[in-house]
Every structure is written in structure tokens, then in C-alpha cells.
């Protein structure tokens, strides 16, 4: 069993920046697939989980939703199991209860049900 822990959430005005955190722990070494990505969902309430970010392991290449391009980087070392995001020049509409996911590249890196393991979310708050 692989657990994901997230931190870094919080509460800032429009405009302002916040920077989370992922770090898996557990069996990571039957994680024997030849790729995988980590990545950021979220979900506000009412609304569907969406996907906002991933990073492929080994290529360390990132994907973004266009709703976020320009003012989020995703960055880590999926080999060691770690993940950042960094949200820059936050809207109200982003926020929402922010998930790390970890997942065999032979999914879709923007489909929730390809991934295998989910943390517990850390809150983003965003006051205009």
C-alpha cells in the first residue's frame, strides 16, 4: 500500500500564491511500472473532482488544465515520490480541496479513475 500526504493549503487573497506539497510513503517499491505520474485534482463543492496537473515519471514532463496554464508549475521527483505545485496569481474560482494522485503511466494522466492512490486533500481558500 502506497499513501500520499499533501500539505501546504491555506487561505490567500485573489491574486496571491500558495505552494503544495506531496510526499508518498509505504510500498513504493512495488511500484514496478516503467512510468507513472503524479498529479493534482481538485474539487470544489458542487462540482465535479477536475484535473489540474501531472508530472510523468521519467520523463519528468508536466501536463496542465488550460484553466491553470501560465499560473501553476507542478515540479517534483516521482521516482522518490515527492510532488509540488505552485499556484501563482490565485482566483477565487480556484479554490477547493486540492488531491495528490499517484498513477501507472499506462492511464490517462487527466482521468481520475487511472489512478491508483489518492491522499486526503488540503483545503485552498480564495477571498477576491
Known amino acids: 500500500q502506497v499513501q500520499l500526504v499533501e500539505s501546504g493549503g491555506g487561505s490567500v487573497q485573489a491574486g496571491g500564491s500558495l505552494r503544495l506539497s506531496c510526499v508518498a510513503s509505504?510500498?513504493?517499491?512495488?511500484?514496478?511500472?516503467?512510468?507513472?505520474?503524479m498529479a493534482w485534482f481538485r474539487q470544489a463543492p458542487g462540482k465535479e473532482r477536475e484535473f489540474v496537473a501531472a508530472i510523468n515519471w521519467p520523463t519528468n514532463k508536466p501536463y496542465y488544465a488550460d484553466s491553470v496554464k501560465g499560473r501553476f508549475t507542478i515540479s517534483g521527483d516521482t521516482r522518490r515520490g515527492t510532488e509540488f505545485l505552485q499556484m501563482d496569481n490565485l482566483r477565487p474560482e480556484d479554490a477547493a480541496v486540492y488531491y495528490c494522485?499517484?498513477?501507472?503511466?499506462?492511464?490517462?494522466?487527466?482521468?481520475?479513475?487511472?489512478?491508483?492512490?489518492w491522499g486526503q486533500g488540503t483545503q485552498v481558500n480564495v477571498s477576491s
Open positions: 509505504g510500498r513504493t517499491y512495488d511500484l514496478v511500472s516503467t512510468h507513472w505520474y
Open positions: 494522485a499517484l498513477g501507472d503511466g499506462g492511464g490517462s494522466y487527466d482521468t481520475d479513475r487511472d489512478y491508483m492512490y
